[in-house]
């Protein structure tokens, strides 16, 4: 029977437990060219108080039954129906345990999905978050079935030396015709969406941990042959992850060994499957020659938010997928502390907020907006969202600052005691917060259900006369297309009131309320701090850290933000009102209909940005973060309505320039300072050095007006950072110059055969500014490099067109949507997890101006109609026109 999935919508409120309790599995895996057959065996009963004659209705998807079997016969074929997309078995034991064995066989080599078990470069790999399990074998593939696994693996010796599942290896021996088994046993109970094998031909980097109790731990990363030599750097953030969450969460590691495998076709960063970590290959293999700064501390990023799982989402697993950000809010909150703990703390914020601004805001801001804990979804794959992950960890964040350390901390112990082996809910993370603290939280659990991005109206007034200082915060939220309510929340709001000489004055309100060290708790709609005998009208620093994640409306002067650009003991506040500031100008000159100003930025603004940039007492990466003027993206967005993405960049661009004109000594020096062949070391403070060179760099070549600079800094270059920077300045200042295509061949023919940096060169000319970029985007399509089929590739060269260039993804023609949407088609019935996350680059479609949101809108009607898309893809279009 062939069944056209229109996409059921899966609610919240209809949770109910299975009718039958999994007690465990035997999973044997026989893997052959071209083939993999799987028996599962399953030990089951039904579960008390669930029906007697209720049939038991297992999930599957793409699957074909082979045989199935109860307590070891055969069941006659009139008690079951097995279709591709579920098992459905009647005539069950009524109170006793008993074993069903099913087989399925499945073609991992035409899995273009990527989902379930597939085979790529040879290597048998699996992926079940969220619902890939289902492809391998029929299950209850849901997060709240926890139950032990035992995996035999039975593969060709000669295809698959090394074969892995999760937990502890068992025995191990060989077959006849060339064949071999290992068998793992995995002691904690978990989901199928943790389940993972691999099978291949790997390389092996091995080493060892000794845990805070004394048990020594294994290590491994297994990478394609000739690439080990790349895994130093993971293996080296691994170690210090595991000894991060010793000290910081009092976590340590629990199996006998732990293993991370790098596969190239990967549909997403990485998985946390129970002792064995799957990775896409980008976030595991680096040296200086192929990877930059930024893909270091992605590798760090990435494999510690993996090991951080195995206790915020492995150990304390989700009820069901609405409770995602349980354990993926929680998991980024904590790699972010990772990094701002080994790294530095304030650039590690900014980079956090500008994640945030640039992702998230304009998702909860938009069509697709949706609450940190969604109550309803199509399809799942869709809700791996900036709003689950990094909302989901500002949410926990500001937890942590209502709380403060020792509280937070002491909840998170409660956390890890009382849920340990559940699969639990938000309700259950908020409440060990309230048991500890004391207090009430339902005003700020509304965060978790109430969508989109409230504002903070700050007012403030100084009677001189009296020297008292008044300050009222107010906040408010929008109804959005998720229609969520609008109530006042919980929040932390940190504040200083701040002298003439950058010293913060005491905060002690006379009305108001207490304010505890730097924090005010706001919860109603309005509240008003008074401040007696304040000693002059101070500065207010609001907002330090990003305390909440809200869009600041706050009428301060000029004179005050320049004043505390220089002044104010939060360094995280200085970054932000320069930032602030320059967004807001960059705005206001590109949202308007005249001719924009010659300096839309304004002197003092410039002067400011220059001081501080030309600052040697500050940190280089702060630095090389205020010289990052906000994304087009970003400005558009502050636009808000019937924006000309061609008018944003231009207007940037010309600020850009002023800045260059006006600091040219400042950039020499620079530039200068930093030889593009200096000796490499991937540590913070030096990418923070080579940022800001390269920062630099980029705005001594906009005053030069030519290519020669750049190139000799791309010729000279010791590493990928200096390379890839000096070469992304050619291509995107100079895209038709013949010094850029020279740079470019020789990048080409320097990194042809190494996929991971071939990447970056599809994606460097795929997002350079212009509409003519479209053109050569369409060449580099047909490039025999290129293939949609891996999803690295369709990213670099598609995503890349569409996310990260708006001028010539919204031509004003409608080619770029046209040739977009041709693509998206191809790449939707290869692998829809990626057609889907490609597709949102529409998600602001109605804030652009009239002639660009019509042809958007044909666009997106236009594939609404094609009657196969995959399920994926027909949510995010769906919505996005809603
Ligand atoms: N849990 C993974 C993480 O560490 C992401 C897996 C997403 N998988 C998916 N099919 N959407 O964040
Ligand atoms: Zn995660």
């Known amino acids: 029977m062939l069944r056209t999935d229109t996409g059921q919508t899966v609610k919240l409120?209809?949770?109910?437990?299975?009718?039958?309790?999994?007690?465990?599995?035997?999973?044997?895996?026989?893997?052959?060219d071209g083939s993999a057959e799987i028996e599962s065996e399953i030990r089951l009963r039904r579960r008390e108080g669930?029906?007697?004659?209720?049939?038991?209705?297992?999930?599957?998807?793409?699957?074909?039954?082979?045989?199935?079997?109860?307590?070891?016969?055969?069941?006659?074929?009139?008690?079951?129906?097995?279709?591709?997309?579920?098992?459905?078995?009647?005539?069950l034991p009524a109170a006793e345990a008993f074993t069903l064995t099913i087989g399925t066989r499945i073609v991992p080599e035409e899995n273009t999905k990527l989902m379930g078990l597939y085979r790529s470069n040879g290597i048998w790999c699996t992926q079940c978050e969220a619902e890939g399990f289902r492809r391998i074998t029929y299950f209850y593939d849901r997060p709240d079935v926890l139950i032990p696994y035992k995996?035999?693996?039975?593969?060709?010796?000669?295809?698959?030396?090394?074969?892995?599942?999760?937990?502890?290896?068992?025995?191990?021996?060989?077959?006849?015709?060339?064949?071999?088994?290992?068998?793992?046993?995995?002691?904690?109970?978990?989901?199928?969406?943790?389940?993972?094998?691999?099978?291949?031909?790997?390389?092996?980097v091995g080493d060892t941990f000794r845990t805070?109790?004394?048990?020594?731990?294994?290590?491994?990363?297994f990478t394609d042959k000739g690439r080990s030599h790349q895994a130093g750097y993971a293996m080296d953030a691994l170690k210090r992850s595991m000894a991060w969450d010793e000290r910081r969460f009092g976590r340590e590691y629990d199996l006998d060994v732990f293993n991370i495998v790098a596969i190239s076709d990967f549909n997403m960063g990485a998985m946390e499957n129970k002792g064995l970590n799957v990775f896409n290959h980008k976030y595991v293999l680096l040296d200086p020659d192929t990877a930059t700064d930024q893909?270091?501390?992605?590798?760090?990023?990435?494999?510690?938010?993996?090991?951080?799982?195995?206790?915020?989402?492995?150990?304390?697993?989700?009820?069901?997928?609405?409770?995602?950000?349980?354990?993926?809010?929680?998991?980024?909150?904590?790699?972010?502390?990772?990094s701002s703990d080994e790294r530095e703390r304030t650039v590690q914020r900014i980079g956090s907020v500008r994640r945030l601004k640039s992702m998230q805001f304009p998702e909860d801001q938009g069509p697709l907006q949706h609450p940190v804990r969604p109550s309803e979804y199509r399809e799942i794959s869709n809700f791996y969202t900036a709003t689950i992950y990094d909302k989901g960890a500002e949410l926990v964040r500001m937890i942590a600052t209502l709380l403060g350390p020792e509280d937070f901390r002491a909840g998170m112990d409660l956390y890890f005691e009382r849920h340990d082996g559940d699969a639990?809910?938000?309700?259950?993370?908020?409440?060990?917060?309230?048991?500890?603290?004391?207090?009430?939280?339902?005003?700020?659990?509304?965060?978790?259900?109430?969508?989109?991005?409230?504002?903070?109206?700050?007012?403030?007034?100084?009677?001189e006369a009296e020297d008292r200082y008044t300050l009222t915060l107010a906040q408010s939220l929008k109804q959005g297309a998720a229609g969520t309510g609008t109530k006042p929340m919980l929040m932390p709001v940190k504040i200083g009131l701040v002298g003439p000489n950058g010293e913060d004055r005491p905060l002690n309100p006379s009305q108001g309320g207490e304010i505890r060290e730097d924090v005010i708790q706001l919860s109603e709609a309005e509240e008003t701090f008074v401040f007696d005998k304040v000693g002059g009208r101070p500065y207010l620093s609001v907002l330090r850290d990003f305390s909440a994640p809200v869009t600041l409306d706050h009428d301060q002067s000029?004179?005050?933000?320049?004043?505390?650009?220089?002044?104010?003991?939060?360094?995280?506040?200085?970054?932000?009102?320069?930032?602030?500031?320059?967004?807001?100008?960059?705005?206001?000159?590109?949202?308007?209909?005249?001719?924009?100003?010659?300096?839309?930025?304004?002197?003092?603004?410039?002067?400011?940005?220059?001081?501080?940039?030309?600052?040697?007492?500050?940190?280089?990466?702060?630095?090389?973060?205020?010289?990052?003027?906000?994304?087009?993206?970003?400005?558009?967005?502050?636009?808000?309505e019937n924006v000309d993405p061609l008018r944003v960049y231009e207007t940037a661009t010309r600020a850009r320039k002023t800045i260059a004109t006006a600091g040219t000594q400042v950039f020499e020096r620079l530039v200068a300072a930093a030889p593009a062949d200096a000796a490499f070391s991937p540590d913070a403070a030096s990418a923070g050095k080579r940022a800001l060179a390269n920062a630099a760099l980029g705005f001594a070549t906009l005053s030069d007006g030519h290519p020669d600079r750049a190139f000799a800094r791309f010729e000279k270059a010791s590493n990928m950072t200096d390379r890839q920077a000096a070469l992304a300045i050619l291509v995107f200042r100079f895209p038709e110059h013949e010094t850029t295509h020279r740079a470019l061949d020789a990048f080409y023919a320097r990194y042809e055969d190494d996929a991971l940096v071939l990447d970056k060169w599809f994606a460097l000319q795929a997002a350079a500014p212009g509409e003519d970029t479209l053109d050569r985007v369409q060449k580099l399509s047909t490039h025999p490099r290129f293939t949609l089929k891996n999803p690295n590739r369709a990213r670099s060269l598609i995503g890349s067109f569409a996310g990260m260039n708006p001028t010539a993804f919204h031509r004003r023609d409608g080619r770029g949507y046209a040739w977009f949407c041709e693509r998206l088609i191809e790449l939707d019935a290869i692998n829809p997890q990626i057609s889907a996350r490609m597709a949102t680059a529409f998600r602001a479609w109605r804030t652009l101006e009239s002639e660009r949101r019509a042809k958007a809108e044909d666009a997106l009607r236009d594939l609404a109609k094609l009657p196969h898309l995959s399920r994926d893809l027909r949510d995010i279009v769906d919505r996005t026109l809603a």
Request: glycine share 8%; aromatic share 10%.
């Open 424 to 463: 639990a809910t938000i309700e259950a993370f908020v409440k060990v917060f309230e048991d500890v603290a004391g207090i009430d939280l339902s005003s700020f659990a509304l965060w978790y259900h109430q969508a989109g991005t409230p504002t903070l109206t700050v007012t403030e007034a100084y009677d």
């Open 295 to 338: 893909d270091y501390a992605g590798v760090e990023t990435v494999i510690a938010h993996e090991y951080f799982h195995n206790w915020t989402g492995n150990r304390i697993t989700c009820r069901d997928w609405f409770q995602l950000c349980l354990k993926e809010g929680l998991t980024v909150f904590r790699d972010q502390e990772f």
């Open 151 to 204: 995996v035999r693996i039975e593969a060709p010796k000669v295809a698959a030396p090394i074969l892995l599942s999760n937990g502890n290896p068992g025995e191990t021996g060989d077959l006849d015709s060339g064949r071999h088994f290992a068998v793992w046993d995995d002691p904690f109970n978990k989901p199928s969406y943790l389940f993972a094998m691999v099978a291949g031909d790997l390389e092996r």
């Open 50 to 91: 669930s029906g007697a004659d209720a049939p038991l209705v297992l999930d599957g998807d793409e699957l074909t039954l082979t045989f199935l079997k109860l307590d070891g016969d055969r069941l006659p074929d009139a008690d079951y129906d097995a279709e591709p997309g579920g098992l459905t078995i009647r005539s």
């Open 558 to 640: 000029e004179s005050d933000r320049l004043a505390l650009a220089r002044l104010d003991p939060n360094p995280f506040n200085r970054w932000r009102i320069l930032n602030d500031l320059i967004g807001e100008r960059l705005a206001a000159a590109a949202g308007g209909t005249s001719e924009p100003a010659q300096n839309p930025l304004g002197d003092e603004l410039v002067t400011a940005i220059l001081e501080t940039a030309g600052d040697d007492r500050l940190d280089p990466a702060f630095r090389a973060q205020v010289l990052n003027v906000p994304a087009d993206t970003e400005i558009a967005r502050l636009i808000g």
């Open 212 to 221: 805070a109790s004394g048990h020594d731990v294994t290590l491994a990363i």
């Open 13 to 32: 409120d209809a949770y109910s437990e299975t009718d039958f309790v999994f007690e465990s599995v035997f999973l044997t895996i026989r893997l052959f």
